[in-house]
């Protein structure tokens, strides 16, 4: 899979220091990664990068809206999300990220991608169970849990005498 290019950092002309990025993360960025759990992301990410004598620090804060189902309802909303990483870079012999807290690039490297971090810091932003606030406060959904409630009432309360007997092998 190839690099997109607007999140490369070229860190090889900055002065020794902090220096700051901003960048957008749109459909066309989680297209790249073929990460299709939500829709319209409008999610913006600002990088601090400090250029240091030896390596790198880089501070990231990935922050923003997007769209996406509830799971009770099946209605889109807006989720607002937000994630954060840091990463240490060290250069060496050969390209290195077996660590995650750690990255080494090959001595004569001049570019930083970070795509890839803010992609992953966003994914773990969007969190498991995605409730909209409006089911969450009882203003919508309750069909769909009046329903549920009906099915659910709807079952027999007896059971197999089998499984009777096997619970006896407990006792």
């Not at 996406?68 to 012999?93: A, M, N, T, Y």
């Not at 890839?116 to 089911?135: D, G, N």
Request: some cysteine.
């Amino acid at each position: 899979m190839k690099n997109l290019k607007e999140y490369n950092i070229k860190f090889s002309g900055l002065k020794l220091g902090t220096h700051s990025f901003e960048f957008q993360l749109d459909d066309k960025f989680f297209e790249h990664f073929e990460y299709s759990e939500f829709t319209r992301p409008r999610i913006k990410a600002d990088v601090d990068l400090v250029k240091k004598e030896n390596g790198l620090e880089v501070k990231a804060v990935v922050k923003g809206v997007v769209e996406i189902l509830c799971d009770i309802s099946g209605e889109p909303f807006d989720l607002p999300i937000e994630g954060d990483f840091s990463l240490l870079v060290k250069f060496g012999e050969e390209y290195n990220d077996s660590n995650e807290e750690i990255l080494i690039l090959p001595h004569g490297e001049y570019l930083l991608y970070v795509g890839q971090y803010l992609y992953e810091t966003t994914a773990l932003a969007i969190p498991l169970k995605r409730v909209s606030p409006e089911v969450q406060n009882g203003e919508k959904g309750k069909e769909v849990l009046n329903k549920l409630e009906d099915l659910k009432g709807g079952e027999d309360e007896s059971t197999d005498p089998r499984w009777d007997k096997l619970k006896d092998l407990l006792n």
